[in-house]
């Protein structure tokens, strides 16, 4: 069974700290997606990771990807309180599949 | 920016009856998912579809699920006697591609509520 799973699922820090997220996955996947989403909001893209090693950054997240390890990391630099919602990651273990992580609950606390 | 609408934003329905939930995905894509999320849970893949026929479907996509893509621009799910455990966020989906550069995009969603 496909199995995505993320740690931690509740996060709590404080705003000016780093942290990162793990994924794993179970299955061969050469490509990995990470979303967030506000409550009661839509899902919105941050990256796609595409190969081994891939490396993205945007602002105050970073997301890397080791295939061989079935671990993808999403690191938060000096976390400000805008960055508080549900990070998701997912894989897609074939062309037209999706399977999401149970998410990580991130607050950022002043 | 284009981006995937649907309609309801909230759809409220007594138990056993049908839904329709509508999607409207940007108009360049060619693969539309549909997915759902049960309150506080995580986002699950329900079924996939490009060249009007389904491509994948996961075990919740069961026989009281169909989709359709009815006119050039609309992406329908229909559930057909709708039960309490139905109740959930469901998220359309869009994408250009379903190859390797794939990223989906996503709709608001539609609540549903099953009374």
């Known amino acids: 069974e496909l199995k995505v799973e993320q740690n931690p699922l509740f996060l709590s820090m404080q705003e000016g700290k780093n942290y990162t997220i793990y994924c794993n996955y179970s299955?061969?996947?050469?490509?990995l997606y990470w979303y967030r989403q506000d409550p009661g909001k839509s899902l919105e893209s941050l990256f796609v990771?595409?190969?081994?090693?891939a490396v993205k950054q945007e602002g105050r997240l970073m997301a890397s990807l080791d295939t061989k390890a079935r671990l993808s990391t999403l690191h938060i630099t000096a976390a400000v309180h805008d960055l508080s919602a549900t990070y998701f990651c997912a894989v897609r273990p074939t062309n037209n599949d999706m399977r999401f992580g149970a998410g990580t609950r991130l607050t950022v606390k002043p | 920016e284009p981006e995937v609408t649907q309609t309801p934003s909230h759809q409220v329905t007594q138990m056993g009856q049908e839904v329709i939930l509508r999607c409207v995905p940007i108009s360049n894509h060619l693969y539309f998912y549909w997915y759902r999320q049960i309150l506080g849970q995580k986002v699950e893949f329900l079924v996939s579809?490009?060249?009007?026929?389904?491509?994948?479907k996961s075990e919740i996509f069961d026989d009281q699920f169909s989709v359709e893509r009815p006119d050039g621009s609309n992406f329908t799910l229909k559930i057909r006697s709708t039960k309490l455990e139905d109740s959930a966020m469901y998220f359309c989906?869009?994408?250009?591609?379903?190859?390797?550069?794939?990223?989906?995009?996503f709709g608001p969603g539609t609540r549903l509520t099953v009374l």
């Open positions: 579809f490009y060249n009007n026929e389904i491509s994948e």
């Open positions: 299955t061969t996947s050469d490509r």
């Open positions: 989906a869009s994408s250009e591609r379903g190859a390797q550069y794939n990223e989906q995009f």
């Open positions: 990771l595409l190969s081994n090693g």
